[in-house]
């Protein structure tokens, strides 16, 4: 008898326990997006350097590449200085020379910053020591070449000195690497933006790349580091997608039909955060036709600044009057 009461109390203890917790809600899977398409207007030229929202499938903003120079960041602790890399841009150090005197690059060797967006990696590199919490210049000269336009016209020489960053700002000064008084530049920083960009010629700060939070791809030209067929590395201009350096991560497939990768899949894949990890190749030149085609075994699977995944895919470089430069893409959240 005494065994029926203690279980009749462990049966209302539990049934009681049960009562107080609250029942846990279902989730719902949100449904897969549509499958949208959008052909990206970069010109015959490449000229046009464009941002774009997998969120919203809309281009955030765009720019000509050829109206900045150098790139500034904006982080709370960010004190490198980056390339136009979109203009075959290079620089090296002449060392701590006389700033605004004649100087050549004879005998130095031009560094391109890395297209994975590597950040120890960058051609101009660490230019100060530290002080306190700021910033002080090493008084090393750089020299810059602006690299080419969109015609293959050279863009000029240049020489800067990076004198400090304090209170969150960029001083610095720039003349033409033949030598001159030079003018005073000045940066400061705006926390919602990767970089802020500077122009050389003009002297304008330029916020053209949109906040960081706002975009996910980059179509653009870049300075990426190719090889012969005898291993031998040399720089060369290509035309792809970056992505942004914020949260973006990108997986390449290459087996499975577009059409069926899912969520699921998506959430095992393996995710590069480098900058150039969707690239240029997801088309091939021929040279003996002059016709580019697409990859089409290549897909995509985007981890975009909202968290969400989505799918991708190339479907033409051509416009509907048959111009390049104008990638088609398709793609879908998953």
Known sequence: MMRKIILFILVCVVVGLQSCFKKEDKVTPHPMGDLKSDVIPMTDTYINQIYFSLDSGK????NVKTIFDLGF????????????????????????????????????????DRSDGNPDSTAIGQWFTLSGNDTVSNNHVYALSRGLDEAGNPLGLYQVIFDSLKNNTFYFRYAPLSGGAG????????????????????????????????????FTQYTTLLFTDEGIPYPYLVTGVLINRNLVGVAVDSTSA?????REQARTMNFSDAMDAVG?????????????????????????????????????????DGLKGYPKIEYQQL
């Open 59 to 62: 281009i955030v903003s765009s």
């Open 73 to 112: 960041e904006c982080s709370p602790k960010g004190w490198r200085v980056i390339l136009n890399t979109s203009n075959f841009m290079k620089a090296t150090d002449l060392g701590a020379v006389a700033f605004g005197q004649p100087h050549d690059t004879i005998g130095y060797k031009m560094w391109f």
């Open 183 to 218: 003018a005073a530049g000045r940066v400061i920083k705006d926390p919602a933006l990767n970089y802020l960009y500077f122009s050389l010629v003009t002297g304008d700060v330029k916020a053209m790349e949109p906040p960081k939070a706002t975009y996910d791809l980059l």
């Open 258 to 262: 577009f059409s069926t990768i899912t």
């Open 280 to 320: 240029w190749e997801w088309k091939l030149y021929d040279f003996g036709t002059g016709v580019y085609t697409i990859q089409s075994n290549l897909n995509y699977v985007i981890r975009g600044v909202s968290g969400y995944y989505f799918k991708l895919r190339f479907v033409s470089f051509y416009n509907q």
